[in-house]
């Protein structure tokens, strides 16, 4: 039973350009929202977080949207670089945290 | 601050065997969860302790069990061991100071130890 989705395995981007990783959910009562980013090799960086309260939360060049009607939450990457090549995992936070499977972010030079 | 720390990194195991992973939280943080990671299936939950009691339990066959001591290091034990357990196993701690998971507690992980069942 995933309550957090990734859809799309996989998204290719040009250096410069937008980078939008989306997620969707199946629990209302989820109260709190994180992505993640992963380099091969190493555990989960926390990247940024949107409580259910608020609809956007920006930092630095990350921004993530919520959608609570749409139960709908997106990581917005701009300008993106080759340095954010990665995989990234949204996360919701109810009694135990979901996991999505994961998007493999891939900026072209 | 030193990180979340996992050992060993990496680890050959036979079927049948038994193995036991460890994880050392960051300094103050009293909640450590684990993790496996196997490609395309997330990270699903195992559990997740504070102070010495298990809060949270996924949905994982009896063979794994973990525990955490009275300074929040935590052990993961998987024994009966199967091909199909062999993954990445990730630890996480974060601030959970009661009963109630705040909102703002995001979870902090290890690099995680690298599981092959033969």
């Known amino acids: 039973d995933q309550q957090v989705k990734q859809n799309s395995p996989s998204l290719s981007v040009q250096e410069g350009r937008i980078s939008i990783l989306n997620c969707d959910y199946t629990?209302?009562?989820?109260?709190?929202f994180l992505w993640y980013k992963k380099y091969p090799a190493e555990g989960p960086t926390f990247l940024i977080s949107?409580?259910?309260?608020?609809d956007k939360n920006e930092d630095g060049r990350f921004t993530v949207f919520l959608n609570k009607s749409a139960k709908h939450l997106s990581l917005h990457i701009v300008p993106s670089q080759p340095g954010d090549s990665a995989v990234y995992f949204c996360?919701?936070?109810?009694?135990?945290?979901?996991f999505g499977t994961g998007t493999s972010l891939t900026v072209i030079p | 601050k030193a990180g979340v720390t996992q050992t060993p990194r990496y680890l050959i195991k036979t079927r049948g065997q038994q193995v036991t992973l460890s994880c050392s939280p960051i300094?103050?943080?009293?909640?450590v969860s684990w993790y496996q990671q196997t490609p395309g299936q997330g990270l699903q939950f195992l559990f997740e302790?504070?102070?010495?009691?298990?809060?949270n339990k996924g949905n994982f066959p009896g063979r794994f069990s973990g525990r955490q001591f009275s300074n929040s290091r935590s052990e993961m034990n998987v024994s009966t061991l199967e091909l199909g357990d062999s993954a990445l196993y990730l630890c996480?701690?974060?601030?959970?100071?009661?009963?109630?998971?705040?909102?703002?507690?995001?979870?902090?992980f290890g690099n995680g130890t690298r599981l092959t069942v033969t």
């Open positions: 996480a701690s974060s601030l959970w100071t009661g009963p109630l998971r705040p909102s703002g507690s995001p979870l902090h």
């Open positions: 629990n209302s009562m989820f109260d709190y």
């Open positions: 949107i409580s259910s309260i608020k």
């Open positions: 996360a919701a936070s109810g009694n135990q945290f979901y």
């Open positions: 300094s103050g943080h009293r909640s």
């Open positions: 302790y504070f102070s010495e009691t298990q809060r």
